[in-house]
C-alpha cells in the first residue's frame, strides 16, 4: 500500500523536498490570507484566486490560487491529501518532474475552471493540483497496473468515486476545477512519466 505514510519528518523532507515545500507553501499563505483580511472574495481575488470577474484575469492567477484556500477545513483536507498522496508521485517522476508536473496540472486544469464558469466564479485551493495527482494514478490503474499493489488501485478508485460525487452534490465546490485538473493529471502523465517508466 503506497498511500500509507511511515516515515519521520526528517524522513519525509529528505524523500520528498517539493512535496514539503507545496505544503509549507499552503500553510504560509493560509496565515497570509488571514493577516490581510480572510477569506472574503475581496481579499482572496487580491491574492490570487481564479475568477470569471472581469478585470480579474491573467495566467499567474492560475498558480497563485492553488496555495490560497478558503477556510481551516478547506486547507486540512487539501494538505492530507498532498502529504499522503501526492509523496509516492514524487518518487515515480523525480523532484523536478514531478514540481512541473503538479504546476502544470494545477495551471491548466483552473484555466478549464474559469473557461466553463459561470460569471461571478471565485475559486481557490489546492485541489485542482491534487487531482492532477489522481488523473495520474487513474492512467496507472488503468495502463500500467503492476506499478501499483491491489489495495493502492482499489483506494484510487474509491477517493475519486467519493471524491467527484462529493464535488457535484456540495455547494460551493469547484466542480470543473476538479475535472480539469483530472484530466489533465490523465493526459499529461504519459508526457512526465515516460522517463520514469523506463527507467
Not at 512541473?100 to 496540472?105: A, E, G, K, P
Not at 483552473?110 to 495520474?136: D, R
Not at 494514478?137 to 467519493?162: H, K, M, P
Request: with cysteine; aromatic share 18%; proline share 2%.
Amino acid at each position: 500500500m503506497i498511500f500509507v505514510r511511515y516515515e519521520s519528518w526528517r524522513q519525509y523532507l529528505r524523500l520528498y523536498p517539493i512535496n514539503s515545500l507545496i505544503l509549507a507553501a499552503c500553510i504560509a499563505m493560509f496565515f497570509v490570507e488571514l493577516a490581510s483580511g480572510g477569506f472574503t472574495y475581496g481579499n482572496l481575488l487580491r491574492l490570487g484566486a481564479i475568477s470569471s470577474i472581469p478585470g480579474y484575469d491573467g495566467i499567474w492567477r492560475c498558480a497563485a490560487a492553488l496555495f490560497l484556500h478558503g477556510g481551516w477545513s478547506h486547507l486540512i483536507f487539501n494538505l492530507f491529501a498532498i502529504f499522503v498522496f501526492a509523496a509516492p508521485l514524487e518518487r515515480i517522476f523525480g523532484h523536478v518532474r514531478y514540481a512541473i508536473f503538479y504546476l502544470v496540472t494545477g495551471v491548466l486544469g483552473n484555466a478549464i475552471a474559469i473557461w466553463a464558469a459561470k460569471e461571478g466564479m471565485v475559486g481557490v485551493g489546492a485541489s485542482t493540483a491534487i487531482y492532477g495527482l489522481y488523473g495520474a494514478y487513474l492512467y496507472i490503474c488503468l495502463f500500467e497496473r503492476q506499478r501499483l499493489d491491489n489495495g493502492s488501485r482499489t483506494t484510487v478508485y474509491g477517493i475519486l468515486a467519493t471524491g467527484l460525487i462529493y464535488s457535484f452534490i456540495v455547494p460551493n465546490v469547484g466542480y470543473w476545477a476538479h475535472l480539469g485538473g483530472l484530466v489533465m493529471g490523465f493526459a499529461l502523465y504519459g508526457l512526465f512519466g515516460l522517463k520514469a517508466r523506463r527507467s
